[in-house]
């Protein structure tokens, strides 16, 4: 992260980390063995299903001090700030939307009573953290619902919350969390645009007279550029594209754009309860797969069978480590069944993967053949390998030691001509001495025919020995 207090008003040093702070309120299943959900009125939660309890006064005094008490929390473990949820079905924003907020009490009614649990949590707050600590919140620019918050409603909420001097920032977005289909407006997965709800930020940002954010599919740098550039944001959040990459800053200012491993927002970080990705194995797993790959203490010769995301993932690692290393691929592009994945419109953007794992093997120097059955033999080719992947024969013909170098598409001919003699057999014979003596006379055959057909030898092959050339 950049210099993020020069956005929120020049406090304190260089970097911050912020946090944030929430109650999910009645986000929450009756069978979770947590004490009963609340809410400003027991309105149902359909994504959770269950039945808040109606929040009495005492519940409104207990949770307000929570809220500073986390706030303050987080300042004596060494944040720079923090970031309060009003946004998504949290328990602020519950008493902001007239879906969730039927009170009659002074917490419920006008858009004046609706603000004043938000008023007396930021207020707690920043009471706690004191002034010279980044506070900012998380709100709706449209929760884009029937009966919810409208755009208008929303910009009046940013203005007035603003207004208090108690905030350095707020972040816009767009959706609501009432329901799960709502929630994938919150959190956009892949075949949406990118960048589709900047207009609900830009929309509060010309009212407010402080910086704006915006986060939902901020996938790429490009994206970002445009949000600042456009003048729909101060800054944007990109939250599942660091998932995927954490390394987006550092990649950025050493001039390698181009090696970030894209998001695809598949959303996997999100469908679970660890933080895993699906482009990155290493995310969620950095005790035992580090995210940066050091290198290994020995250089070796390494063949990776198969060009799919597992296979490219396999060689990239291993390049990056120092080894050499040749991939082999029996179809003819690289890719794998992420091919079929992202062959309709809406999965396309998955085809990211491999076009980004085929960019990094190939920057790392891994050597890939298309076309290329890997069995047996045509593996043990490039166990070492040369440019021309090709392997030596030393044969004892005739009591003359004789030498011969296969190439590898030679090798795969001959396995194939192994596997038709296998497939010819019936089941009872594959596990017969004949069976066995008729791949065997095939080998032989063939890598007598292999020495005869260079000239060097005429004769019965005594003995055999391969190795890498």
Same mark, same amino acid.
């Not at 050091?294 to 390494?302: E, G, L, M, N, Y």
């Given at each position: 992260?950049?210099?993020?207090?020069?956005?929120?008003?020049?406090?304190?040093?260089?970097?911050?980390?912020?946090?944030?702070?929430?109650?999910?309120?009645?986000?929450?299943?009756?069978?979770?063995?947590?004490?009963?959900?609340?809410?400003?009125?027991?309105?149902?939660?359909?994504?959770?299903?269950?039945?808040?309890?109606?929040?009495?006064?005492?519940?409104?005094?207990?949770?307000?001090?929570?809220?500073?008490?986390?706030?303050?929390?987080?300042?004596?473990?060494?944040?720079?700030?923090?970031?309060?949820?009003?946004?998504?079905?949290?328990?602020?924003?519950?008493?902001?939307?007239?879906?969730?907020?039927?009170?009659?009490?002074?917490?419920?009614?006008?858009?004046?009573?609706?603000?004043?649990?938000?008023?007396?949590?930021?207020?707690?707050?920043?009471?706690?953290?004191?002034?010279?600590?980044?506070?900012?919140?998380?709100?709706?620019?449209?929760?884009?619902?029937?009966?919810?918050?409208?755009?208008?409603?929303?910009?009046?909420?940013?203005?007035?919350?603003?207004?208090?001097?108690?905030?350095?920032? !707020? %972040?816009?977005?767009?959706?609501?969390?009432?329901?799960?289909?709502?929630?994938?407006?919150?959190?956009?997965?892949?075949?949406?645009?990118?960048?589709?709800? !900047?207009?609900?930020?830009?929309?509060?940002?010309?009212?407010?007279?402080?910086?704006?954010?915006?986060?939902?599919?901020?996938?790429?740098?490009?994206?970002?550029?445009?949000?600042?550039?456009?003048?729909?944001?101060?800054?944007?959040?990109?939250?599942?594209?660091?998932?995927?990459?954490?390394?987006?800053?550092?990649?950025?200012?050493?001039?390698?754009?181009?090696?970030?491993?894209?998001?695809?927002?598949?959303?996997?970080?999100?469908?679970?309860?660890?933080?895993?990705?699906?482009?990155?194995?290493?995310?969620?797993?950095?005790?035992?797969?580090?995210?940066? /790959?050091?290198?290994?203490?020995?250089?070796?010769?390494?063949?990776?069978?198969?060009?799919?995301?597992?296979?490219?993932?396999?060689?990239? /690692?291993?390049?990056?480590?120092?080894?050499?290393?040749? !991939?082999?691929?029996?179809?003819?592009?690289?890719?794998?069944?992420?091919?079929?994945?992202?062959?309709?419109?809406?999965?396309?953007?998955?085809?990211?993967?491999?076009?980004?794992?085929?960019?990094?093997?190939?920057?790392?120097?891994?050597? /890939?053949?298309?076309?290329?059955?890997?069995?047996?033999?045509?593996? !043990?080719?490039?166990?070492?390998?040369?440019?021309?992947?090709?392997?030596?024969?030393?044969?004892?013909?005739?009591?003359?030691?004789?030498?011969?170098? /296969?190439?590898?598409?030679?090798?795969? %001919?001959?396995?194939?001509?192994?596997?038709?003699?296998?497939?010819?057999?019936?089941?009872?014979?594959?596990?017969?001495?004949?069976?066995?003596?008729?791949?065997?006379?095939?080998?032989?055959?063939?890598?007598?025919?292999?020495?005869?057909?260079?000239?060097?030898?005429?004769?019965?092959?005594?003995?055999?020995?391969?190795?890498?050339?």
């Amino acid at each position: 992260m950049g210099d993020v207090r020069a956005t929120v008003g020049g406090k304190g040093p260089e970097r911050q980390a912020v946090t944030p702070t929430w109650a999910a309120a009645r986000s929450a299943t009756s069978t979770s063995g947590c004490p009963p959900a609340l809410g400003p009125s027991p309105v149902r939660e359909r994504a959770h299903r269950s039945f808040p309890k109606e929040i009495e006064h005492f519940d409104i005094d207990r949770i307000v001090k929570a809220y500073g008490a986390a706030a303050r929390r987080a300042r004596e473990g060494g944040l720079d700030g923090i970031e309060i949820a009003a946004m998504a079905g949290h328990l602020i924003d519950q008493f902001w939307s007239p879906r969730t907020n039927h009170r009659t009490d002074e917490f419920g009614g006008t858009l004046e009573n609706r603000l004043r649990f938000g008023h007396m949590v930021l207020e707690e707050v920043r009471k706690e953290v004191g002034d010279d600590f980044v506070v900012g919140m998380r709100v709706p620019g449209d929760e884009g619902a029937a009966g919810g918050l409208t755009p208008a409603d929303c910009v009046g909420i940013a203005t007035a919350m603003a207004r208090t001097g108690k905030l350095d920032f !707020l %972040s816009v977005i767009y959706g609501s969390g009432n329901t799960d289909r709502e929630l994938a407006d919150v959190i956009p997965v892949y075949g949406r645009p990118l960048g589709a709800h !900047l207009p609900v930020a830009a929309a509060i940002r010309k009212e407010v007279g402080i910086p704006v954010f915006h986060a939902a599919r901020i996938a790429d740098l490009p994206t970002a550029r445009h949000a600042i550039d456009g003048g729909y944001a101060d800054m944007v959040g990109m939250t599942r594209a660091h998932i995927a990459d954490p390394h987006i800053v550092a990649k950025l200012l050493a001039g390698q754009e181009e090696r970030i491993r894209p998001c695809v927002g598949a959303t996997y970080c999100a469908s679970r309860v660890e933080t895993f990705c699906l482009h990155n194995p290493a995310t969620g797993r950095e005790a035992v797969i580090p995210q940066l /790959v050091s290198p290994a203490p020995t250089t070796k010769r390494v063949v990776v069978v198969g060009g799919g995301p597992a296979g490219l993932e396999a060689a990239r /690692v291993c390049a990056a480590r120092g080894h050499h290393v040749a !991939l082999l691929e029996a179809a003819d592009r690289l890719g794998g069944q992420m091919i079929p994945a992202a062959r309709t419109p809406r999965h396309a953007e998955k085809a990211g993967i491999i076009h980004w794992l085929a960019q990094e093997t190939k920057h790392l120097g891994v050597t /890939v053949r298309l076309n290329c059955l890997a069995e047996l033999l045509s593996a !043990l080719a490039v166990v070492q390998f040369q440019d021309d992947l090709a392997l030596q024969h030393e044969a004892v013909v005739d009591g003359r030691r004789r030498v011969h170098t /296969v190439g590898l598409q030679w090798l795969v %001919s001959l396995t194939d001509r192994l596997r038709d003699t296998l497939a010819t057999a019936s089941p009872g014979e594959r596990g017969s001495t004949t069976c066995h003596s008729a791949v065997e006379q095939v080998l032989g055959h063939a890598l007598a025919a292999c020495a005869v057909h260079a000239g060097q030898a005429r004769g019965h092959i005594q003995s055999l020995r391969l190795k890498a050339q």
